[in-house]
């Protein structure tokens, strides 16, 4: 697995810590009075790991920001993807002691009646990558829709729509299976982006409303054995295949 560097200007890191403004964070440095590993730094453009580097100011060693939390949760249905409801409706944050919950957002979101893989993080870095249009970080759904779809439509699917002056990019498409008696289907629906009820909107608009909808995968990451409202921490491998997926 290719090993990856999560690293930050010295003057962004010392900022990001409380010390400083990030212009009085350069002006510590173009002072000499910042060591990193032992060494005065006065350059710049100096990128350090906050996981691995020694920083110090005046002598003084910095911590860097709060300790960053990644969770991979399994959303039941019935849940809002937001970290308040005005209306005091049950939230993702609900599934979780109020111990861990301080800092902590949902990474994207899922359809109040929409299940399925969440992430959640105070990771806000990781997070603008995994949800950022331009790194089209695959996302998989099952779908339980109403009819079954013909090659047509799933072709309509597959190539794309504009509905309503949105623009859906093409998804990749597969009937996993079809009900004659129910006159259901089930779809794999594989998204690189991820607009709002985008999912529900291209079926609707072949003429297949969803009746259940789960996010079954993101980029490698699956649910596993995850039972719905529960959770795991990510490992520090997974955390950094993640960064690995949208690299700058």
């Known amino acids: 697995m290719q090993q990856i560097n999560v690293s930050v200007r010295l003057q962004k890191f010392l900022a990001s810590a409380g010390l400083a403004s990030r212009r009085s964070a350069e002006k510590m440095i173009g002072e000499g009075r910042v060591r990193v590993n032992g060494e005065i730094v006065q350059e710049m453009g100096k990128k350090i790991d906050p996981r691995e580097d020694r920083v110090e100011v005046d002598g003084i ?10 969770f991979l949760l399994y959303k039941p249905g019935g849940y809002l993807s ?7 409706r049950p939230t993702v944050m609900d599934l979780f002691p109020p111990q861990l919950q301080k ?21 806000g870095q ?3 990558y995994l949800t950022h249009p331009r790194f089209q970080i695959n996302k998989t759904y099952h779908a339980l829709v109403r009819g079954i779809p013909s090659r047509s439509e799933l072709q309509t699917l597959r190539k794309g729509l504009v509905l309503d002056g949105k623009t859906f990019l093409p998804a990749r498409v597969k009937l996993l299976s079809a009900g004659k008696s129910t006159q259901q289907a089930k779809l794999e629906i594989v998204l690189a982006e991820g607009k709002k009820r985008q999912v529900r909107l291209m079926c609707k608009a072949v003429g297949h409303p969803v009746i259940f909808l789960k996010r079954v995968s993101l980029g490698f990451l699956t649910l596993g054995g995850l039972k719905p409202g529960s959770y795991r921490r990510l490992k520090k491998g997974e955390v950094d295949r993640l960064y690995c997926l949208a690299p700058e």
């Open 82 to 88: 937001t970290v308040k409801d005005p209306f005091g």
């Open 103 to 123: 800092g902590l957002f949902p990474v994207g979101r899922l359809d109040l009646d929409t299940e399925g893989l969440l992430i959640m993080t105070n990771d």
């Open 61 to 70: 060693p910095i911590s860097g920001p709060a300790r960053k939390h990644y």
């Open 126 to 128: 990781l997070a603008h």
